[in-house]
């Protein structure tokens, strides 16, 4: 995720980030202009005599323009809700895990009870954001050889990790070490890591229906597309400009979507999921020391 400053509006507008749309669309924006060129120079010398028909289109052009305005609010809402959903549910997750490490600190555990909880604790959001991104946290989690074995035979790290914690909190219930009400409020705290998990495997495995974004880049490509044709009769080759410019405008806000409507990934734009995970392990740190 890109940090930065809001208020700094000269080097914002200045600045070309990797990020930046500009970058990533400077080569089909050239590919539009050689194709819009190419069509006014058709329209120009050999359509002359349809050219009160093309001054007509203008006003379609204007309809057309509220419709895509309304499918662009429709589109940006829909994406940057799922980015707020992961965000907050990150949050969730961190206020979770400092939770769980307030009350494991006031149960009066054993030092090897406590390594063990706080260890999970600390891999349990490690191993979500790699299972998020599709790939093994299996390098970065800090495991004993028994539970390194184990973890190569489950498919979802996430789990077993949960699992090992709601396990180890029923042993210490059923040795003593906490009583029944201590054993409630954690365990219920706990459940909410697994909860955390299942609603950002929703947001990451039910994207935007394929249907409508087909639909959508279509209807993008088609209307830039034939758009000389509505102003090429008023401003000849300039026209081919203005179609650059609505192009660059309508794609941008489509691509940016496509890339936070999947928040948890490694773009620019993406949640700071290492440094929330980071968050967490400095809470559970403190906690074991």
């Known amino acids: 995720m890109i940090y930065y400053n809001p208020k700094s509006w000269i080097s914002l507008i200045f600045s070309i980030h990797k990020s930046d749309t500009l970058r990533i669309l400077w080569l089909p924006m050239l590919y539009v202009l050689l194709l819009t060129l190419t069509l006014a120079y058709i329209e120009i010398n050999y359509l002359k005599e349809y050219t009160t028909y093309f001054e007509k289109i203008l006003n ?3 309809l057309i323009g509220f419709v895509i305005s309304l499918l662009l609010v429709f589109r940006t809402n829909t994406a940057y809700d799922r980015w707020w959903e992961g965000r907050k549910q990150w949050g969730a997750l961190m206020n979770a895990s400092r939770s769980a490490v ?3 600190s006031s149960f009066g555990l054993s030092e090897e009870d406590r390594l063990f909880l706080g260890r999970h604790l600390k891999n349990f959001p490690i191993a979500l954001m790699y299972h998020l991104r599709n790939q093994d946290a299996f390098l970065y989690l800090k495991l004993t050889e028994e539970e390194k074995q184990t973890l190569k035979t489950k498919e979802h790290q996430p789990f077993y990790l949960s699992n090992l914690l709601i396990r180890k909190i029923s042993s210490l219930r059923k040795s003593g070490a906490i009583d029944d009400f201590q054993y409630l409020e954690i365990n219920r705290t706990l459940q909410i890591l ?41 401003m000849g080759y300039y026209a081919c400009f203005v179609s650059i410019f609505v192009f660059y405008v309508l794609v941008s806000i489509e691509v940016l979507a496509e890339e936070i409507e999947d928040p948890f990934g490694e773009d620019d734009n993406d949640l700071p999921t290492d440094s929330i995970s980071e968050g967490i392990g400095k809470s559970v740190d403190e906690y074991l020391s």
């Open 194 to 234: 697994m909860d955390v998990c299942g609603a950002c495997e929703r947001i990451k495995k039910t994207p935007i229906p394929f249907s409508y974004s087909l639909f959508f880049k279509k209807f993008i490509f088609l209307y830039i597309l034939t758009m000389p044709f509505a102003f090429v009769p008023s």
């Open 60 to 62: 379609i052009y204007q």
């Open 102 to 104: 307030n009350m494991l």
